[in-house]
């Protein structure tokens, strides 16, 4: 593993065949990436806040 500094927390988000939509989780530190969750979030709204209390929650 390695140390919380130097961390970034990115987000990706795409629609599958059946859209449904699907955003992935990862931090990232230099050529390091960890994936953190990937979910469907087709039942939410995506915003800014809702994205940002399911980072937070990672």
């Given at each position: 593993?390695?140390?919380?500094?130097?961390?970034t927390?990115?987000?990706?988000?795409?629609?599958?065949?059946?859209?449904?939509?699907?955003?992935?989780?990862?931090?990232?530190k230099?050529?390091?990436?960890?994936?953190?969750?990937?979910?469907d979030?087709?039942?939410?709204?995506?915003?800014?806040?809702?994205?940002?209390?399911?980072?937070e929650?990672?």
């Open positions: 593993m390695f140390s919380l500094t130097d961390i927390i990115a987000l990706d988000g795409w629609q599958d065949v059946s859209r449904n939509s699907i955003y992935s989780f990862m931090a990232l230099e050529e390091y990436e960890h994936i953190l969750d990937i979910i979030l087709s039942a939410n709204r995506h915003t800014a806040v809702f994205l940002q209390e399911k980072i929650k990672k």
